[in-house]
């Protein structure tokens, strides 16, 4: 199995939605945050190549939506899906599996294209199973007031339109990597755990976005449930710390992959690696 980093365009968030209740003079210390209070973003997918499966973790936010829409964002289009792609020798075509840690829009924005034939959707990936799980499928669906415009219409009904969903509930799933489902952020979340070479990589899609948000207090306010976000990071940090896992971040535009370590003030960030340092 080989892993390689896909950066679909860097955006930027509210640091305060970000970090929750922890204080703007702690949280800025990791995450810099500019005159209007925004700190910068990844959307740093993952290609998994394994035999003759290719398989997209994430997608980003795509580029179907209007300006005014990526200008809420500060969308920087400097990297997307397709030159990404390309820089590694692939296409659209060549992905197998496009493999969605869960439907808000800055994950899974990229699946459904514009087709040329005016406002109609259509997947970008004709060939590809897009693999969700059924309760984060119906949450996502039928969402709550809070969320709602985090689950955009427009990414989600042409999957189920196209036939190329899959579901892949617990114990059910036919993927090379196992899976952790986590319900603090959303309805049953999941973070992929990879083996490679006797190392354990964890894409970490939301139940830690950047570096930054190590420390358990440090939980964003987008979360639904965040008292339960952090049991779910206590118990996965703990066992992280103590097995040396790689965390992959996918929203940390300057740490690619970490480690953490046990201290006296708890799980805290050890080192930082790029993709070229462990992989190549």
Known sequence: MNIHPVE???????G?????????????????????????????????????????MDTGMGNKQSEKF?????????????????????????????????????????????????????????????????????????????EKASFLKENIQPIKESGQLNFVDEGTADLPFELLYVDGHTEKQMIPHLKIDGKTFVYMADLLPTAGH?????????DTRPLLTLDEKKKFLDTAATE??????EHD???EIITVKHTEKGVRHDRTFTFKELLD
């Open 8 to 14: 679909a365009g860097n955006f930027k968030l509210d």
């Open 16 to 56: 305060g939605a970000m970090f929750g209740v922890v204080p703007k003079s702690l949280w800025q210390r990791t995450n810099p945050a500019d005159s209007n209070n925004m700190i910068d973003m990844a959307a740093r997918c993952l290609l998994v190549e394994d035999g003759d499966r290719l398989i997209l």
């Open 70 to 146: 990526f200008g809420y964002y500060y969308m920087d289009h400097k990297y997307d899906l397709d030159s990404s792609l390309k820089k590694l020798g692939f296409s659209r075509d060549d992905i197998t599996d496009v493999f969605l840690t869960h439907l808000h829009f800055d994950h899974c924005g990229g699946v459904i294209q514009k087709s040329g034939k005016g406002d109609y959707y259509e997947p970008a990936f004709a060939k590809a199973r897009i693999h969700s799980n059924s309760s984060h499928w119906d949450w996502a669906v039928n969402p709550n007031a809070r």
């Open 214 to 222: 190590v420390p358990l207090p440090y939980v964003m306010g987008y």
């Open 244 to 249: 040396g896992y790689y965390l992959i971040l």
């Open 253 to 255: 535009p300057n740490n």
